[in-house]
């Protein structure tokens, strides 16, 4: 069978092999009446600790409230700066914003899209608190030197793992490496729940006593508030539905990274950049993204062939018009990166059949 259109991402396929064993789940909930915290909730935080090589995981409502509620536990707040990046989904930068601190943007490198290390020290002040990187489209950051960087001006290193769950770093899960680790379960990222979730992991039992309070709205009690909490609880239907999708996140990941080898290795002689991946870290390939001069030509030319391309992020952080007082800062590699860079369609399910037309109609557009 010819295949016709390639879809950028199709959740349906990832379902299907374990669809009884969610409505199982569903069902077992349904009859318990539970559906906020609850033994769910409980272990899949323990399962993800294990996966994830963290001590303590609190769930949480989505990504963007795990790193708010990481950033507000080790008291970060008004008068403070955050270093972060500005090539990243906003909710990033918005969590900063949200505890009431201020985000300063560093340029990134331009072969890991990640944040670079050499360019942060000279952003650091008197203010700063926190250095919050991005482990963008799956890849780790540099923890040796972000490590180094917070041990001598003593800043706590809060990780954006949104995109990365499973990734590893000098052979070892992510977990470790920070203070705080934040994780997204929105449906599409590599471990997703049916709706949003999110999650935050932590050595720092404090930390960790802390976030939890402040998920479940300041409470200790049952009508007990000391701290002023917000309602960001994993909702117990999605850690059920998580548990079970946990269960598969390796053999998932194992796709993902076939998949990318096989494009490199197909795309390896065209003109533009492939993913890089340093000898010291695993990438769990969120997104497999190319960076090409000819990006929105090819964009356009593969939407006309049925293939679906995506950038992330077409504008950066700096230059969105929520952040205007930051417009006119300029961030060169940023910048030139968010013209050049385009996601290919790559997900667990997605046939050879598939990447093959993906990949023949590049070699066409760049040959023809
Ligand atoms: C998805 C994502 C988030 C936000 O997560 P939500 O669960 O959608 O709130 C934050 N940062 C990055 C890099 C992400 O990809």
Redesign the pocket.
């Known amino acids: 069978m010819r295949i016709k259109n390639v879809p950028f991402l199709d959740l349906s396929r990832q379902h299907r092999p374990i669809e009884k064993k969610l409505i199982r789940a569903f069902e077992k909930i349904t009859q318990q009446n539970g559906y906020i915290l609850g033994s769910d909730v409980d272990k899949f935080e323990t399962e993800f600790s294990t996966s994830t090589g963290a001590t303590y995981t609190i769930g949480t ?7 708010l509620l990481a950033l507000k536990a080790f008291n970060i707040s008004h008068g403070d700066e955050v270093i972060t990046v500005s090539h ?5 930068a918005l ?1 900063i914003t949200y505890a009431g601190a201020t985000p300063v943007f560093v340029d990134i490198e331009p072969k890991t899209y990640t944040i670079n290390p050499h360019l942060i020290e000279q952003s650091i002040t008197s203010k700063t608190k926190a250095i919050l990187p ?3 489209y799956g890849l780790p950051v540099d923890f040796n030197e972000l490590k180094k960087l917070c041990k001598k001006h003593n800043l706590k290193l809060i990780v ?4 990365a769950h499973g990734a590893t770093y000098n052979n070892q899960p992510m977990g470790s490496f920070a203070d705080a680790v ?5 449906p ?2 590599n471990l997703g729940a049916l709706g ?3 999650a935050v992991t932590t050595n720092n039992k404090k930390i960790a006593a802390i976030i939890k309070t402040m998920r479940n709205i300041g409470r200790t009690g049952w009508y007990e508030h000391p701290i002023l909490g917000y309602n960001s609880r994993l909702d117990t239907i999605q850690a059920a539905f998580l548990r079970l999708k946990l269960q598969h996140l390796n053999t998932w990941n194992k796709q993902r990274q076939l998949l990318a080898k096989r494009y490199s290795d197909k795309l390896r002689n065209l003109p533009f950049s492939l993913p890089l991946i340093p000898a010291n870290m695993s990438h769990v390939f ?1 997104l497999y993204c190319i960076r090409s001069a000819k990006r929105n030509q090819l964009k356009v030319y593969l939407e006309r062939k049925g293939i679906a391309a995506h950038i ?1 992020y077409p504008i950066p952080i700096h230059k969105q018009k929520a952040y205007r007082s930051y417009n006119k800062q300029h961030l060169p590699v940023t910048e030139k990166v968010a013209e050049e860079i385009l996601s290919l369609p790559l997900f667990p399910g997605m046939t050879k059949k598939e990447q093959d037309k993906v990949v023949a109609e590049i070699h066409l557009f760049f040959t023809r």
């Open positions: 409502a989505n990504g963007t409230d795990a790193l990243s989904f906003i909710s990033t969590a991005v482990c963008l954006d793992a949104c995109q934040c994780y997204s379960f929105y599409g990222k949003d979730a999110g969120h992330h």
